[in-house]
């Protein structure tokens, strides 16, 4: 192309052949011919443009003449705008005119026909006059307008519909204390559902035409390839929405109906639960303090994802966090910062993992270490070590229950013996609705539930069930509470995983003994207390190892 347009130039008399010469021989230098004409100062940038214009067949627009309305330019959202540097100019014939500064960005008007779901045609215009009209209609990147309202100002009511949409989804999801936002393309439309209390609800529908700008919106905020339609992609958004900070991370997958997406939100205002508040019994909570008073050894926290770990072993780390007692964090990613505890981001890509972390972490001499999660074997012995030599180091498995936590370790490859002499005790735990105050219903149960819960029949025992009002919008739960399953090392029992038992035998030993005090157990109780109702206890107790007739007597 370089080629024909200093021809171009020469034949139109905007210079002579020994300019262009000149021009050429510049190039050599690594700049293009565009930028050796223009710095030779032989030609402007308008006629410059206007030959390219010509040479690509593409309109040229003079963006010093004229005015562009408001309407147009609400159809482009400021960022999109900034980002891909492009001016939304009129509508004609049906089609919007954007100015570009590049012949080669016509890719361009193909993604904003997705975004704006209408044709897109380009028009060209010099570089330095698109630089100031951008920052004169959409206000300049360092100054106040509407595009930093994705950046948290509550103001989108300026902005594109689709910005609207997408900051009212987040202040809907805050307002019913979704944790994550499920976007879900079919043929019929979106889907947008709300995972509350952990449960999914569908709250909107929108039509099929708003899929791609709506997902394109999105992954312009958690700064990912928007062109890219075929690979899953992770990013993150950070929004203020109603004066409260989110952090969300952002996963999006493509499906046969186009991409899908789940955001989870992370509210950082949110205060951190402390220990006298998880809804440990009093029993329970006596227990994990004596164990927090622990010099060294292994603490480990278990349960799937979403089932409440960090949000105990931060409850953990805040009572341990004391002026002499130096606290050390490995964690993937850091959902909450606390003062005075050192926390570290594993980052996979430069080679911070969290057995590396956790080596350099026993040089700073910690007393209490955190390690986000224990995968694989490499983490596992440097957390056995730095257990037996005097730190107190918490860690989360993702096991069923809280003996399966000793046999998961082995199989990661740890000899039974450092098992047996590392670990002081798991907890394991899992996530259930709490019954709503305001309408739960009290009734006498059957001697059926009761067995299930491991109860004897009793006169006099009440349980309850899930009404539904306006304050928990029908669904009778309000919240969650966790239900613990706690296990203590003793000596018999570290005897048994030294030998390498198999895990039958150190549950039933462990529950013979005391050591161990089921989930089920747990679930009894709160459910004679009013907290939850069986129906919740079974459907968390029943997915992990538990036996109804193992309960809680």
């Known amino acids: 192309m370089s080629q024909d347009l200093g021809e171009y130039l020469v034949q139109s008399g905007a210079l002579s052949e020994a300019q262009l010469r000149e021009a050429r021989s510049m190039e050599r230098s690594g700049l293009t011919l565009q930028e050796a004409l223009l710095?030779?100062?032989?030609?402007?940038?308008?006629?410059?443009?206007?030959?390219?214009?010509?040479?690509?067949?593409?309109?040229?627009?003079?963006?010093?003449?004229?005015?562009?309305?408001?309407?147009i330019l609400e159809r482009v959202p400021a960022d999109v705008a900034r980002d891909q540097g492009l001016l939304p100019l009129m509508?004609?014939?049906?089609?919007?005119?954007?100015?570009?500064?590049?012949?080669?960005?016509?890719?361009?008007?193909?993604?904003?026909?997705?975004?704006?779901?209408?044709?897109?045609?380009?028009?060209?215009?010099?570089?330095?006059?698109?630089?100031?009209?951008t920052a004169q209609y959409y206000g300049d990147a360092g100054g106040t307008s509407v595009a930093q309202v994705m950046g948290g100002d509550a103001e989108a009511s300026d902005d594109a519909p689709i910005v609207r949409l997408?900051?009212?989804?987040?202040?809907?999801?805050?307002?019913?204390?979704?944790?994550?936002?499920?976007?879900?393309?079919?043929?019929?439309?979106?889907?947008i559902r709300f995972r509350v209390d952990g449960m999914l609800r569908e709250v909107a529908e929108h039509p099929v035409h708003l899929a791609s700008s709506l997902l394109s919106r999105l992954k312009i905020m958690a700064k990912m390839d928007i062109a890219e339609k075929r690979k899953p992609q992770d990013g993150r958004i950070g929004v203020q929405i109603q004066g409260r900070d989110l952090d969300v991370r952002v996963s999006v997958l493509p499906?046969?109906?186009?991409?899908?997406?789940?955001?989870?939100?992370?509210?950082?205002?949110?205060?951190?639960?402390?220990?006298s508040e998880l809804g440990f019994d009093e029993s329970d909570e006596t227990w994990f303090r004596r164990i927090l008073d622990r010099p060294n050894g292994i603490v480990l926290v278990t349960g799937p994802t979403g089932s409440g770990k960090t949000t105990t072993l931060y409850a953990a780390l805040r009572e341990l966090n004391r002026q002499d007692v130096k606290i050390i964090t490995a964690e993937d990613p850091v959902e909450y910062r606390i003062p005075g505890i050192n926390q570290v981001q594993v980052h996979g890509k430069v080679g911070l993992s969290f057995a590396r972390i956790l080596k350099a972490m026993l040089r700073c001499a910690p007393n209490v270490i955190l390690?986000?999660?224990?995968?694989?074997?490499?983490?596992?012995?440097?957390?056995i070590q730095a257990s037996l030599t005097g730190h107190l180091v918490f860690t989360t498995l993702h096991t069923n229950d809280a003996a399966s936590a000793l046999t998961r370790l082995a199989d990661l490859g740890i000899p039974p013996f450092l098992v047996s002499a590392s670990v002081q005790a798991v907890l394991a735990q899992r996530l259930v609705r709490r019954l709503c105050p305001e309408c739960k219903q009290s009734y006498e149960p059957e001697a059926e539930e009761l067995r299930v819960l491991g109860l004897q029949p009793q006169e006099?025992?009440?349980?309850?069930r899930p009404r539904g009002c306006r304050a928990c919008e029908g669904s009778g739960y309000r919240g969650r509470v966790a239900l613990y399953e706690r296990l203590e090392m003793d000596n018999p029992l570290r005897e048994l995983c030294f030998r390498g038992a198999p895990l039958e035998e150190l549950r039933e030993h462990a529950l013979s003994t005391g050591a161990l005090s089921p989930l089920l157990r747990d679930g009894a109780r709160k459910a004679l207390a009013g907290t939850t109702s069986v129906q919740e206890v079974l459907r968390v107790t029943r997915a992990s190892h538990h036996h109804s007739n193992e309960g809680a007597a």
Do not use: W, Y
Request: overall charge negative; glycine content about 8%; hydrophobic content about 45%.
């Open 255 to 275: 499906t046969g109906h186009g991409e899908t997406m789940v955001m989870r939100i992370l509210d950082r205002s949110a205060n951190l639960i402390p220990l």
């Open 460 to 464: 006099g025992l009440r349980l309850h």
């Open 91 to 133: 509508e004609k014939q049906g089609k919007l005119v954007v100015a570009v500064d590049d012949p080669l960005k016509s890719i361009v008007a193909d993604q904003l026909q997705f975004l704006l779901g209408g044709e897109v045609v380009c028009a060209l215009a010099a570089p330095s006059a698109l630089r100031q009209a």
């Open 166 to 191: 997408v900051s009212r989804m987040f202040a809907d999801a805050l307002e019913d204390r979704a944790s994550d936002i499920h976007i879900e393309p079919s043929q019929a439309g979106v889907r």
């Open 39 to 71: 710095r030779q100062g032989r030609v402007d940038e308008a006629t410059l443009f206007r030959a390219l214009a010509k040479l690509h067949g593409m309109p040229f627009v003079d963006l010093t003449k004229g005015r562009i309305a408001a309407e």
């Open 371 to 383: 390690v986000g999660e224990t995968r694989d074997l490499e983490t596992a012995e440097t957390a």
